[in-house]
């Protein structure tokens, strides 16, 4: 894996080297190349029959179609979802398909601490490159998403640096030294880990995976805080410095609760895992129903029929769906990818998602049926990352 992601000497390789890398994202048939890939029939021709020359792709018959995919290759793809609250590790090899990753989920985040998340985390991915059938050393590209705006070129936190985070400190740098000191473990030296924002990952790997002939795409997050990743032409849109998608920083209330930002009234501070949950702890504090303890028993108990519950859920949907109304006045989406919070909570928050847009987006722009949709994929961060460590070689 590591020797076909080596940096390419001339435009011929560069071709190559893009094809490999979308047949390590998923299979595809030779004229759906095209997008991922840049270029045009003809040059992608001669590229696969140098590429199949060389033993590296070859078709693959699946019912009347005809994949073009990799042949075996050694070395592990990860990506690393790092929450608040929790982490998912995600691997493969780079020729098998996204039903046959490995996937950790860990009741661990980035808020208790890094002397706790950090060595968690490696032990993690030790533990998936194994189950993924690579061994301890074979670890060749990761990528990790957080929920922080992070500079696409620079690859740092953006400021405001916001908690569990200070000012120069950086997750993935963090994570690269940490697994380079790992004693269980043998990674190349020059790995490095690349990191997006949770949102635009989420994203990344539903358009590659669910959606990937709509032209533009946006993928909702909403837990403890609440943002938006932008497929426009098949490509993120991640803006000049990272903060494209920042939805939750739009401010709807002029007079309402301070935000961690610094402004005040964020659509966060109202339909964000945290303001719901401390709505519902008000409201069910000394009432018959069991008072929630995560956004998670909230959701589930509104799908049980919590009157309370569901009430909650569904109003901060459609706020939130009011905000999206406007973004799709903007953007113009084929389809609305809800994940979090609303993702799990289905057609309830679908239903109220779709009724606050309906307030606020042209008629136009609110065409698409389905436009709201849940993801398929509730581990879409980890394995948008895992494609961005493939897409940006994990290497310095």
């Given at each position: 894996?590591?020797?076909?992601?080596?940096?390419?000497?001339?435009?011929?390789?560069?071709?190559?080297?893009?094809?490999?890398?979308?047949?390590?994202?998923?299979?595809?048939?030779?004229?759906?190349?095209?997008?991922?890939?840049?270029?045009?029939?003809?040059?992608?021709?001669?590229?696969?029959?140098?590429?199949?020359?060389?033993?590296?792709?070859?078709?693959?018959?699946?019912?009347?179609?005809?994949?073009?995919?990799?042949?075996?290759?050694?070395?592990?793809?990860?990506?690393?979802?790092?929450?608040?609250?929790?982490?998912?590790?995600?691997?493969?090899?780079?020729?098998q398909s996204f039903d046959e990753a490995e996937t950790e989920f860990l009741e661990n985040g980035a808020a208790q601490g890094r002397e706790s998340w950090l060595p968690a985390l490696v032990s993690a991915i030790r533990k998936v490159v194994i189950k993924v059938g690579g061994g301890p050393n074979e670890l060749a590209t990761i990528g990790m998403g957080i929920p922080r705006v992070v500079d696409p070129q620079q690859q740092t936190l953006v400021p405001p640096v916001l908690p569990p985070w200070?000012?120069?400190e950086n997750p993935a740098a963090a994570l690269t030294k940490q697994l380079a000191r790992a004693k269980d473990m043998s990674v190349p030296a020059n790995l490095r880990v690349r990191l997006d924002n949770d949102a635009n990952l989420g994203a990344y790997a539903e358009h590659v995976?669910?959606?990937?002939?709509?032209?533009?795409?946006i993928y909702i997050k909403a837990s403890t805080g609440v943002g938006a990743g932008i497929i426009i032409g098949g490509k993120l849109f991640r803006g000049a410095k990272g903060c494209a998608g920042e939805i939750g920083h739009t401010m709807v209330q002029p007079d309402g609760r301070f935000c961690l930002c610094g402004g005040r009234g964020c659509l966060e501070t109202l339909v964000g895992a945290d303001a719901m949950l401390r709505d519902a702890q008000a409201m069910l504090g000394d009432k018959i129903f069991t008072r929630p303890f995560s956004v998670n028993q909230l959701v589930d108990q509104a799908e049980a029929g919590n009157p309370i519950c569901r009430r909650i859920v569904r109003d901060a949907a459609t706020l939130l769906g009011q905000s999206i109304g406007n973004v799709c006045n903007l953007l113009n989406p084929n389809v609305i990818v809800l994940g979090g919070v609303f993702g799990r909570a289905g057609d309830l928050a679908i239903k109220a998602c779709n009724e606050g847009i309906s307030r606020t987006a042209m008629a136009?722009?609110?065409?698409?049926?389905?436009?709201?949709?849940?993801?398929?994929?509730?581990?879409?961060?980890?394995?948008g990352a895992l494609l961005l460590g493939i897409d940006g070689e994990g290497r310095a």
């Open positions: 894996m590591l020797d076909l992601l080596k940096p390419p000497h001339g435009p011929k390789e560069e071709t190559q080297l893009s094809i490999v890398k979308a047949l390590m994202a998923r299979p595809y048939l030779r004229a759906d190349l095209a997008r991922p890939t840049g270029r045009v029939a003809n040059t992608i021709s001669t590229a696969i029959d140098e590429l199949r020359g060389r033993n590296i792709i070859a078709p693959a018959k699946r019912g009347s179609r005809e994949d073009i995919r990799l042949m075996p290759l050694t070395g592990v793809a990860v990506g690393v979802e790092l929450g608040y609250q929790h982490m998912v590790v995600a691997a493969r090899l780079a020729h200070q000012e120069g995976y669910t959606h990937p002939h709509l032209e533009t795409l136009a722009a609110q065409s698409e049926r389905p436009l709201v949709v849940a993801t398929e994929s509730p581990r879409a961060t980890a394995h």
